[in-house]
């Protein structure tokens, strides 16, 4: 019985991942809106050590279109320009000697198509993960029931179990990506 258990809870656990990944994803693509997790993959030599923005500056967003950066130390200020420029994000920073401002364009229509298509991508990635791990559960538990560790009524009444917890992750997904979306169509 203990083993039932947990396979659902190694399932939900693999299945809630795949969902954090998607997410994860759709926070570095770039809306037209300023937020701090688009800076989340530019690296800066700090002291030596290449470390990520959010660890040699503070980041933040004093308008919806702008970001602001506070080096902690102001000899960064020319490291964390390169840095960003060199990220392929197409934004383009400016500093006033203390703070590094940098602007987010509006996106051209086309560009918005694109990144819906790129995040529908994402989404059904995650999707075909969630099923992968359906798919291994369902065989775990299908030999389990071979080998007569558990009965076919248990097997049918997990197999729902499993079922319903692979719509609902899905339909996290979904939700997801509906409002990352319209956060990209939004003008």
């Not at 308008?63 to 060199?86: F, S, T, V, Y």
């Amino acid at each position: 019985m203990s083993t039932e258990k947990e396979l659902r809870k190694d399932a939900n656990h693999r299945m809630q991942r795949a969902v954090e990944s998607v997410a994860q994803e759709f926070a570095k693509i770039r809306t037209g809106r300023a937020t701090p997790a688009l800076l989340d993959g530019v690296k800066v030599s700090y002291y030596g050590s290449v470390v990520p923005l959010n660890q040699a500056a503070t980041v933040t967003i004093p308008e919806p279109r702008l970001i602001a950066i506070q080096p902690w130390d102001r000899n960064m200020i020319g490291e964390i320009e390169k840095a960003i420029l060199k990220s392929d994000l197409g934004l383009t920073p400016s500093n006033d000697g203390t703070f590094i401002r940098v602007p987010i364009p509006q996106l051209s229509e086309e560009r918005r198509k694109d990144l819906v298509k790129l995040v529908r991508k994402f989404a059904e990635e995650g999707r075909i993960a969630i099923r992968n791990v359906r798919r291994d559960v369902n065989d775990h538990l299908k030999k389990l029931q071979k080998d007569h560790e558990i009965s076919e009524d248990e097997l049918s009444v997990v197999l729902d179990e499993t079922q319903e917890m692979t719509d609902k992750h899905i339909e996290d997904l979904d939700k997801l990506l509906e409002h990352k979306e319209a956060e990209i169509l939004e003008v």
